[in-house]
């Protein structure tokens, strides 16, 4: 992924949760949360009072808060984070997106039927598990290929706006589109 911020021809920086506290944000209108499975109440209340405000855009990957050290693995948890309703499929399969529709700014440059990779390897046939969609998108901007799901959306969330992609691999184009999208 340092490989997609590096030619998304974005300025970038990289930092832990455990940063939150002694960074100025005030500069920051994109912020991605990779690699976000598991969060303590603390840091989950960090990043809700922290980052999640001032108009800033958050882009959710994958499974952000699926482990919660109270209530286990849980989609409730995801919700309360991001602010999106999760459906957790049990299967395993490919986490990777097809587009299906255009003309939102976040698929600049895309066409209906692109596929968003889950992994940059060429012949790689890999799975991964579980597979998460998000619930109650009439219209999504992508499905997961092997869940059916919507697999990339976007909510205004009245002092934040909030973005969750299924796939754990973010292509250059996308991260690019966000943090045109964010300002």
Known sequence: TRVSFDRA????????????ERIDL???RLAIMLNTFRFTGEERQ???QRLCRDGRTMLWV???GFVDE??????????ELTGFSFIRLG???SPGLRIDRVGHPLLAGYQVGDELPWLTLRNYKSVCGPLFGVAGQDEPLATGRDSGLCGLAVADMKTWRSIYCAAPYLPPRLIRNAARLAG
């Open 9 to 20: 021809g974005i300025a970038w920086s990289l930092y832990l949760l455990s940063d939150l």
């Open 26 to 28: 005030s500069k920051i």
């Open 62 to 64: 994958y499974a952000p």
């Open 91 to 93: 299967k395993e399969g």
């Open 70 to 79: 109270e209530a286990g693995l849980s989609t409730d948890a995801m919700r």
């Open 46 to 48: 960090r990043v809700r």
